[in-house]
């Protein structure tokens, strides 16, 4: 496996009291697949503040059809504008592209052995290993990212067309692997609208989580390809009026002014915009049911400082900034080891939220995985009443 740095594709610049300017960065990396048997390039993309943010992990957006950029990078672009810049992802970029020497194509990764002739007849060869492909992402891809960034358990994935039906065929075979899924313009219709019949009869009580289902499309349907309307409409009608279940926000958006390839980006932003606003604080809220243990060290600016933790857990004073108080080891240092869940958040204060304190390369809420890490260490700057 190799990595290699090959664009960097956004310069941006953050100013503060604290910290020098940053940049973000775009990965070029290459995993030799066992499941595909083949080589595959994936893109990924770490934010402004991934390095110096050096004890913290992050949620991850998959992106499929980054063979085409423009979904990749307008997916990366998008979150600050949507989210005032206090919101920061991974951004991962999986690729379909033609294979000249094997003569595969995107198509063969996003669907299924097809049944019907006239499927067939349409797609041709270019069909059959979706399978493979979701293997690829699941046992592959994940692990991958997983175990090279620091990464949070809540994933979003995005994908348009052929693609947005590969990630709800996905959410099929595993509707737990990730937490939000964005289909853009999926395609419901081929094999006698096989994806639509089994949207509508799978078994929901499989979802585990909070989930959240986002769909849209254009005029597919009213112009041309004409067999998607019904499909979408069946699919449609079941989320609106039959479904129901407490683990699973469904959203659907209709961009009939759009063409097939302009939907994506009013559709991503209407998405994306929903779950920040709606779905974002009930996922950050769900915790591992074990507790891990882990030790807190902080430098203080002043040895007389009475420092204090408080976070999102009964183990952290469910968010009392004089609750729970911080062993004083040196002048400069205190300390606390406590039992987490993860994810856990939080931040420093000294008794008060006025007294909140400026932690060295974090902003908003500290969250970190205790399972991945026994030890944190922190440096407090100032504080928002000095």
């Known amino acids: 496996m190799i990595k290699n740095i090959i664009l960097i594709t956004l310069i941006t610049f953050y100013s503060s009291s604290i910290f020098g300017q940053n940049i973000a960065r775009v990965e070029n990396v290459k995993i030799e697949s066992k499941n595909l048997g083949q080589e595959r390039e994936i893109l990924i993309y770490t934010p402004i503040d991934y390095d110096w943010r050096e004890n ?8 499929f059809d980054s063979q085409s950029r423009e979904f990749f990078d307008y997916t990366s672009s998008m979150i600050s504008f949507l989210t005032d810049n206090t919101k920061s992802y991974i951004v991962v970029g999986i690729t379909s592209p033609y294979n000249e020497k094997l003569d595969y194509a995107r198509n063969n990764d996003l669907l299924p052995v097809l049944e019907t002739k006239e499927s067939k007849d349409r797609y041709g060869k270019y069909s059959g290993n979706a399978d493979n492909f979701f293997a690829f992402v699941s046992d ?17 994935t995005v994908g348009h067309s052929l693609s947005a ?3 709800l065929s996905s959410f099929i075979k595993n509707p737990n692997l990730f937490n939000s899924y964005i289909t853009i313009s999926p395609n419901l219709a081929y094999d006698k609208d096989k994806l639509a019949n089994e949207l509508v009869s799978f078994d929901y009580s ?3 989580k909070p989930t959240y289902l986002y769909l849209s499309n254009a005029n597919e349907g009213i112009d041309y390809w004409k067999e998607w309307k019904p499909a979408r409409e069946k699919v449609y009608s079941f989320y609106r009026q039959e ?4 683990n699973l926000k469904v959203k659907i958006n209709e961009f009939p002014e759009c063409n097939h390839w302009s939907t994506f980006p009013p559709s991503l932003n209407k998405g ?10 009930l996922q950050e809220k769900e915790l591992s049911k074990e507790e891990y243990k882990v030790t807190i060290k902080v430098k203080v600016p002043k040895k007389e400082d009475t420092l204090y933790i408080t976070g999102n857990q009964d183990n952290l004073g469910k968010w009392n900034p004089e609750k ?8 400069f240092e205190r300390q606390i080891t406590l039992k987490l869940k993860s994810p856990a958040q939080f931040k420093f204060t000294r008794g008060n939220w006025k007294s909140e304190a400026e932690v060295t390369g974090t902003y908003g809420n500290i969250t970190i995985r205790p399972e991945k890490q026994t030890e944190f260490e922190f440096k407090i700057e100032n504080y928002f009443d000095n």
């Open 243 to 246: 479904l129901k279940n407490n």
């Open 206 to 208: 499989k979802i585990e």
């Open 272 to 281: 994306l915009d929903f779950y920040f606003k709606e779905i974002f604080d």
């Open 324 to 331: 729970i108080k911080m062993e004083k080891v040196s002048d």
């Open 165 to 167: 039906s590969f990630v």
């Open 140 to 156: 592959e891809v994940i692990p991958f990212i997983d175990s090279n960034y620091r990464t949070l358990n809540n994933r979003i």
């Open 56 to 63: 913290e992990s992050f949620n991850v957006i998959y992106v």
